[in-house]
């Protein structure tokens, strides 16, 4: 009977672990659908697979803030908020791979790549360049603030790296060796050189403290402040007035 039961448990364990490895991208990525709204300008950038699509705000500005969101989130809808709170920056909401009417399919390689080509084609046009992002978003932004002369960077909910966060979902598997998209924030902060604000959300229940703290610690002494948004949740935190407030007042408004 004992043979038995240990049998069943190594059968339901090892069931599982290749469930986790064939749909870890499924449960890491959550795209949206093509938002057709007509009242903000949509600008399309070429990519290898075809396009991204990218919401414009105020391109006029010399100053531009490019945001990436969390991995279910549609970023039409922080548009309002942005012209509300930045009035003085141009503003570009990323479509991930994928996501919102954007080509391709993600994958935190495609993510990086992206992110960079982003960055380059508006340096272009801007003289300054400041990167928000936010839970998933956070790891693009930080990977993008380690390899290009970003202005200012904001993470909000962040975490230090997606395979530390799975190892504390998972702690009987090996997902050292199953993850394939990593974003390890913790090792490119390092590298990062612009001022950062990392926002938490105090009652976060996808993103244990700790891995937004291990995050700040990796930055340089000084570089990094951290703040916490009292009586927000991990989904709720861009609808308090302070977040707003918080992020104006660190990009200089």
């Known amino acids: 009977?004992?043979?038995?039961?240990?049998?069943?448990?190594?059968?339901?364990?090892?069931?599982?672990?290749?469930?986790?490895?064939?749909?870890?991208?499924?449960?890491?990525?959550?795209?949206?659908?093509?938002?057709?709204?007509?009242?903000?300008?949509?600008?399309?950038?070429?990519?290898?697979?075809?396009?991204?699509?990218?919401?414009?705000?105020?391109?006029?500005?010399?100053?531009?803030?490019?945001?990436?969101?969390?991995?279910?989130?549609?970023?039409?809808?922080?548009?309002?908020?942005?012209?509300?709170?930045?009035?003085?920056?141009?503003?570009?909401?990323?479509?991930?791979?994928?996501?919102?009417?954007?080509?391709?399919?993600?994958?935190?390689?495609?993510?990086?790549?992206?992110?960079?080509q982003i960055f380059d084609t508006l340096r272009e046009r801007h003289k300054k360049i400041s990167v928000i992002g936010r839970s998933l978003g956070s790891g693009v932004a930080t990977y993008l603030a380690s390899q290009r002369p970003v202005e200012h960077l904001v993470l909000v909910t962040p975490h230090d790296s997606a395979?530390?966060?799975?190892?504390?979902?998972?702690?009987?598997?090996?997902?050292?060796?199953?993850?394939?998209?990593?974003?390890?924030?913790?090792r490119y902060a390092a590298e990062v050189r612009a001022p950062t604000l990392l926002l938490i959300a105090e009652h976060d229940r996808m993103i244990a403290r700790e891995h937004s703290v291990n995050l700040w610690q990796a930055f340089a002494d000084g570089q990094a402040e951290q703040?916490?948004?009292?009586?927000?949740g991990h989904n709720d935190i861009s609808g308090r007035a302070r977040y707003w407030d918080e992020i104006a007042g660190f990009l200089g408004l």
């Open 1 to 116: 009977m004992l043979l038995w039961a240990i049998k069943i448990g190594l059968l339901v364990y090892i069931g599982f672990g290749v469930l986790l490895y064939v749909m870890q991208r499924s449960m890491m990525y959550m795209p949206v659908g093509e938002n057709l709204a007509e009242n903000v300008p949509v600008e399309r950038l070429a990519i290898d697979e075809g396009s991204l699509k990218l919401w414009v705000l105020a391109p006029e500005h010399e100053h531009a803030v490019i945001y990436f969101g969390g991995n279910a989130e549609d970023v039409y809808w922080n548009a309002p908020d942005f012209r509300t709170s930045l009035p003085q920056h141009a503003v570009y909401l990323v479509n991930y791979r994928g996501y919102g009417g954007s080509s391709g399919s993600p994958s935190e390689a495609a993510f990086f790549a992206d992110a960079l």
């Open 163 to 186: 395979l530390a966060v799975a190892r504390r979902l998972y702690p009987v598997y090996p997902v050292g060796l199953m993850l394939k998209d990593r974003y390890e924030s913790a």
């Open 227 to 232: 703040i916490v948004i009292d009586g927000a």
